[in-house]
């Protein structure tokens, strides 16, 4: 399958509350990028609009003097979403470049994902471009000690928004950076307090934007730089030996990638995934994987789910680099063991099957055992 080019991105603005989801927002809309942008939150009343100066609303609807549109969420999300959808086809109000969709502090992100990427009618629609998480430096530590939910939100996000830096301490921002990059290795972190070079810098995370293709792949899945770089470290450095368990921080919340050299059966990944999600699907927080498969090892499958809900798989045209057709995924859970999933998915692919011991020397030194790569 291959995605419509008219497809809608979706990006999900999350962070605990007081994080600076408002202030990054209002700063975003003023972006002339974002013009012909819907943003989506829970009430009116949180969120400051003033400024931008109302000029018409109509059932739900304000259209913004600077030409966005914003609404509540009437009901279910789906429906907030159907009914955009349904103006924009029928002219009652403009074509939609993008949406953004501003959840409650309180919110668990995983809810808000699955009913983008998992509805039929709306991913016919909309694509779901990827999750910005807004982090207080003053409060930040203590809200991740405190509340699942913002655990949650930083393990799930695509971009990290440090906001709120130049109120806290240098040590305070340094242990909340460390905390950060535990829980989510892979997502780049943004100084909020700095003007944002544009919308490009929080949004384009790279999911799947049929106007570039295969482009963003390689940004999507930034998965094997961080694990071969710690992998690295740890073999040569006998006396910091983290690597397996910074990840542990927050809840059991483990972020790690597997890397396949051979292309993989058809009926093989659905029964991997089938198994999975039906299984352990609360435990899946997110699973992005870019797959090589045997029936057409040329054009690779790209997969992105969330718990037990799974976007259309969907077909790329190319692989994005031509020089490395590895299947890549990259898999965060909540207390689910990592060895497991290693290992159901080595019993589905025809991988030999290893000890604990042998895997803990293979994920030290990936050129251990010839042929194998992790």
């Known amino acids: 399958m291959t995605a419509s080019s008219n497809t809608v991105p979706v990006s999900i603005l999350t962070g605990f509350l007081g994080a600076g989801k408002t202030t990054l927002l209002n700063r975003l809309l003023k972006d002339p990028d974002l013009s012909d942008t819907a943003v989506i939150i829970n009430e009116f009343g949180d969120v400051s609009l003033d400024h931008l100066l ?19 969420v009437r009901g279910e999300l789906v429906d907030t979403l159907a009914d955009l959808m349904d103006r924009m086809q029928t002219g009652r109000i403009r074509p939609l470049q993008r949406v953004v969709i501003e959840t409650t502090g309180l919110a668990d992100p995983a809810p808000v994902l699955q009913s983008v990427i998992g509805n039929p009618i709306l991913v016919q629609n909309y694509r779901l471009d990827g999750v910005v998480t807004v982090v207080d ?121 597997i890397v396949h050299d051979r292309p993989i059966e058809p009926m093989a990944l659905d029964m991997f995934i089938d198994l999975l999600r039906s299984a352990h699907g609360e435990k899946l927080l997110r699973m992005k994987a870019v797959v090589a498969m045997s029936d057409r090892p040329e054009r690779p499958l790209i997969l992105h789910g969330v718990q037990n809900v799974f976007h259309t798989p969907q077909r790329l045209a190319a692989w994005p680099d031509p020089n490395d057709r590895r299947t890549r995924m990259v898999i965060i859970t909540k207390g689910l063991d990592e060895a497991f999933v290693r290992d159901l998915f080595d019993a589905f692919t025809g991988r030999p099957s290893i000890d604990r011991a042998d895997r803990q020397a293979l994920e030290d030194n990936p050129l251990a055992v010839p042929g194998m790569k992790l």
């Open 54 to 72: 109302v000029e018409a609303s109509s059932d739900g609807i304000i259209e913004l003097s600077d030409g966005c549109l914003c609404c509540t």
């Open 137 to 257: 430096a003053v409060n930040g530590l203590a809200t991740l000690d405190n509340h699942e939910e913002a655990v949650k939100q930083v393990a799930m996000a695509d971009r990290l928004v440090l906001s709120k830096a130049t109120l806290a301490s240098p040590e305070a921002v340094d242990a909340l950076k460390a905390r950060l990059a535990a829980l989510n290795p892979r997502a780049p972190l943004i100084d909020g307090d700095t003007p944002l070079a544009g919308k490009a810098e929080l949004f384009h995370c790279g999911l799947y934007d049929p106007a570039t293709k295969i482009a963003d792949v390689g940004r999507w899945l930034q998965d094997e730089a961080h694990d071969h770089d710690h992998c690295d470290h740890d073999h040569h450095d006998h006396h910091h030996h983290h690597h397996h368990d910074a990840n542990r921080h927050g809840a059991d919340i483990r972020s790690f990638s």
